[in-house]
């Protein structure tokens, strides 16, 4: 009985500790997400007044990376995988100049029309202040990664207005397969605070409500897996462009800075042969497409290179928000080819490739009610797994550690940083993907 009741006692001091640390957080959190959106927002609107404005794109990535290479590197990049590497590698130690190099250097970049999101600073702004917190309380490894958790939920959740959703992508984006639910508590709590400290302080947030879904049929269903499939192999398109332009930055031995200068020149000259559509954020477009209004067959492959250029050549900024153009556009695509609702499976889109991409299927099918509602929360949840599945062993965060294998007729070591996971067929295992290879070899033979 003794026994029990130190347990009991134990654990609801540790509730209260939590608690306390994770409210302190959102606040923390919510006040400098909306004082970085805030700032953001008024330099959007001030650039966007004159209509070449994007032609100081190149000094734009030019500045971005002087400022990040001398002043703090760990702020190089779409942040959120900075933040998964922090806490994998460095048990979620955070330089203190990240947060106001990163704030700097991604308003510079999505101003002057860098095609990037604002998630990622607000996820590095979130845990670098988290882990200050930490270190002011001079707590442990253990509490510091779970506090700097907290962050990374807190920063998703008031950038989107997604308390739910934002709270589970923050346990979820860490590992694949796997979810810490000893975090899970002080996620939610610091979440949901961060959101209503962003919202009650003027921030707004965009919400979709789709009306029009089909009532279920069979029918119906198939084309949502199909759906499904198809935005799993959009999400393999990204991170396949992305790493292979990243790796072409890589190459060339050139000074850093006038790296940006090329990869900022090469957008503007792209955007004179396109469109002012890709640059930046690309909200405008992301809700006309959820309203039903078309865009070109193209823009989703058109907004891959846009993203993938401006963050390969040291553009600072986020992805989810690129994801979620390139999530709607396509979606709408996929719709006009099979003669289906646009904005039904925009909104699908949106989701699902979030959920392939970073494969985090739990906090984007809880994202699609958040957003969208409960009407088409089914199939964008069915959509979403699919996705996930199809996108492989792979994701736009190299640093999420693998901890599940996506089928069983896949050779892959478990455990590991996704970036240094090398994925094999083993033809040997007795399912359907052996049998096709094994039928395809005994074809060849008698061919």
Known sequence: MRRRLK?????????????????????????????FLKILNWSI??????????????IALFLSILIIKYLAPDAEGHGTEKVIEAIHRHAGKIKAIVVPVKLVATIITVALGGSVGKEGPCAQI?????????????????????????????GFASVFGTPIAGSIFGVEVLFIGAILYDVLLPSFIAGIISYHV????????????????????NQFFIKVIFAGIFFGLCSVLLIEILERTQKLAKRLRWWEPLKGLAGGSFLVGLTFISSKEYLGLGLNTIQNTLSGIKTAWYAFILKII????????GGSGGIVTPIFFIGATSGSLFASIFGLNPATFAAIGLVSVLAGSANTPIAASIMAMELFGTNIAPYATVACVVSFLITGHRSVY????????????????????????????????????????KITKIFRRVK
Do not use: M
């Open 126 to 154: 979130g845990g670098g202040l988290s882990s200050i917190f930490s270190d002011i309380l001079k707590f442990g490894d253990k509490d510091r990664k779970k506090l700097v958790i907290c962050g990374i939920s807190a």
């Open 306 to 313: 846009y993203t993938s250029t401006t963050l390969g050549f």
């Open 45 to 58: 609107a001030f650039t966007e007044k004159y209509p070449y404005y994007f032609l100081l794109l190149p």
């Open 198 to 217: 962003s919202s009650s302080l003027g921030i707004t947030y965009f919400y979709h409500p789709i009306t029009f879904v089909p009532v279920f049929s």
């Open 398 to 437: 190299p640093s999420q550690v693998l901890e599940v294998k996506k089928s069983e007729s896949i050779n892959v070591e478990v455990g590991k940083e996704i970036e240094n996971v090398l994925a094999e067929v083993s033809p040997r295992k007795k399912s359907l993907t052996g049998a096709i290879l």
């Open 7 to 35: 347990e009991e006692s134990i654990l609801f001091i540790s509730v209260i500790k939590w608690v306390i640390l994770a409210a302190i957080t959102g606040i923390i959190v919510g006040l400098s997400t909306t004082i």
